[in-house]
């Protein structure tokens, strides 16, 4: 199997200058690079630039992707959109972990698991690109999911308490899916762990409301992030006043969910094999259930055929003995079969001496047909 690694960087909030995409192009010659992205493949040869650095000083998003399993994820929030105390409860292995830099919050998320084929080919950081989003707006379930891959991974202790569950773990969909997808994430341990997650609400936006509350904004505030959008195109502005706006209207201080009982580490884990082991069950079940099903349906299948033949046994035997004649391969397994079906049919009719009779003489008379008599053999007859 070939090599193959994929890496993309996205900026968001605020493009490239030209100055930028200067330095970033002396890495790669062949990289496609806007002043909105980088996307490089290498089949032979690695990446020269230091993903973490970029992060901190050029982009917003960074996959990458190699083709033995390795999967990873960084993700750049301004820190007054998430504060790194809060992005720390949840990033603390390994496999998760976040720093901070220039006034800036970054995440990384990690796995290492083949976990099936990967389609080759650009934008492939598209469909995540909601979870920063998501996280943006106070949704912490894209760190939870981060704390729990620490917890698959084991690299925390049993006694460890989990962080406050966020609402709506049972209810991912979209981006959250990928990104549970993109980090291998086990669907039983996702599941128990969602058992402690409250229902998430309705969040779509009235304009009337909306437009209430910015219209209590003070004028001065509301000048300086007209002029950092237009001036300096940064949209992060944007978005923390909607991240305002939703936290004062659900009345929230954050968005870390709800504060019941923390499970550990261990109570997960063990609760996630329990559940594993049901399922793993019920599956079992269900496969002997259908082959049970399967069974019947055969055997009603062949009942109804031997109906169909019944009466007409001298004309199989005749058949019978031309097949074996030809002295054909194909020609003894037609006979064989229909040797079968004559013996299912004494069978049923309690005739089985008789027919015990017939295949007895059958073995004396072609008794210098190897052939045939090993396909009788391995037929049971």
């Given at each position: 199997?070939?090599?193959?690694?994929?890496?993309?960087?996205?900026?968001?909030?605020?493009?490239?200058?030209?100055?930028?995409?200067?330095?970033?192009?002396?890495?790669?010659?062949?990289?496609?690079?806007?002043?909105?992205?980088?996307?490089?493949?290498?089949?032979?040869?690695?990446?020269?630039?230091?993903?973490?650095?970029?992060?901190?000083?050029?982009?917003?998003?960074?996959?990458?992707?190699?083709?033995?399993?390795?999967?990873?994820?960084?993700?750049?929030?301004?820190?007054?959109?998430?504060?790194?105390?809060?992005?720390?409860?949840?990033?603390?292995?390994?496999?998760?972990?976040?720093?901070?830099?220039?006034?800036?919050?970054?995440?990384?998320?990690?796995?290492?698991?083949d976990d099936g084929e990967w389609v080759e080919g650009e934008e492939q950081l598209s469909p995540l690109l909601p979870v920063r989003?998501?996280?943006?707006?106070?949704?912490?379930?894209?760190?939870?999911?981060?704390?729990?891959?620490?917890?698959?991974?084991?690299?925390?202790?049993?006694?460890?308490?989990?962080?406050?569950?966020?609402?709506?773990?049972?209810?991912?969909?979209?981006?959250?899916?990928?990104?549970?997808?993109?980090?291998?994430?086990?669907?039983?341990?996702?599941?128990?762990?969602?058992?402690?997650?409250?229902?998430?609400?309705?969040?779509?936006?009235?304009?009337?409301?909306?437009?209430?509350?910015?219209?209590?904004?003070?004028?001065?505030?509301?000048?300086?992030?007209?002029?950092?959008?237009?001036?300096?195109?940064?949209?992060?502005?944007?978005?923390?006043?909607?991240?305002?706006?939703?936290?004062?209207?659900?009345?929230?201080?954050?968005?870390?969910?709800?504060?019941?009982?923390?499970?550990?580490?261990?109570?997960?884990?063990?609760?996630?094999?329990?559940?594993?082991?049901?399922?793993?069950?019920?599956?079992?079940?269900?496969?002997?259930?259908?082959?049970?099903?399967?069974?019947?349906?055969?055997?009603?299948?062949?009942?109804?055929?031997?109906?169909?033949?019944?009466?007409?046994?001298?004309?199989?035997?005749?058949?019978?003995?031309?097949?074996?004649?030809?002295?054909?391969?194909?020609?003894?397994?037609?006979?064989?079969?229909?040797?079968?079906?004559?013996?299912?049919?004494?069978?049923?009719?309690?005739?089985?001496?008789?027919?015990?009779?017939?295949?007895?003489?059958?073995?004396?008379?072609?008794?210098?047909?190897?052939?045939?008599?090993?396909?009788?053999?391995?037929?049971?007859?």
């Amino acid at each position: 199997m070939s090599e193959y690694q994929y890496y993309e960087f996205q900026a968001i909030d605020r493009p490239l200058t030209p100055e930028q995409m200067q330095e970033v192009r002396s890495y790669s010659t062949r990289a496609r690079i806007t002043r909105a992205s980088f996307v490089n493949d290498y089949s032979w040869g690695s990446f020269k630039g230091d993903p973490d650095g970029w992060m901190e000083k050029y982009f917003d998003t960074f996959l990458y992707y190699a083709n033995w399993g390795t999967h990873i994820l960084k993700l750049r929030l301004p820190a007054r959109l998430l504060d790194l105390k809060t992005a720390r409860q949840y990033c603390v292995g390994d496999s998760a972990y976040a720093w901070e830099k220039g006034g800036n919050v970054i995440l990384s998320f990690g796995c290492d698991e083949d976990d099936g084929e990967w389609v080759e080919g650009e934008e492939q950081l598209s469909p995540l690109l909601p979870v920063r989003a998501e996280l943006a707006r106070g949704d912490l379930r894209a760190l939870y999911l981060g704390w729990l891959l620490c917890v698959q991974n084991h690299e925390l202790d049993d006694e460890d308490a989990e962080p406050p569950v966020p609402p709506g773990l049972g209810q991912l969909g979209g981006s959250l899916d990928e990104f549970a997808n993109f980090l291998c994430i086990d669907g039983d341990l996702l599941d128990v762990a969602a058992e402690a997650s409250e229902v998430l609400g309705e969040a779509q936006l009235s304009r009337e409301e909306v437009h209430a509350w910015v219209t209590g904004l003070p004028s001065g505030e509301k000048d300086d992030i007209l002029t950092g959008l237009i001036v300096e195109e940064d949209l992060a502005r944007a978005t923390e006043l909607l991240q305002r706006f939703l936290k004062q209207r659900s009345g929230a201080h954050d968005g870390s969910g709800t504060q019941a009982a923390r499970r550990t580490v261990g109570e997960l884990l063990e609760a996630a094999e329990t559940r594993a082991e049901e399922r793993r069950q019920a599956e079992a079940r269900k496969r002997d259930e259908e082959a049970e099903c399967r069974k019947r349906q055969a055997e009603i299948a062949r009942a109804e055929f031997l109906d169909q033949i019944a009466g007409q046994q001298l004309k199989l035997w005749a058949r019978i003995e031309g097949l074996i004649a030809t002295k054909q391969p194909k020609r003894y397994d037609e006979a064989v079969k229909l040797l079968i079906d004559l013996r299912d049919l004494a069978q049923r009719e309690g005739k089985d001496d008789k027919f015990r009779m017939r295949i007895e003489t059958i073995h004396a008379v072609h008794a210098r047909k190897p052939s045939f008599l090993e396909r009788l053999g391995k037929a049971g007859l």
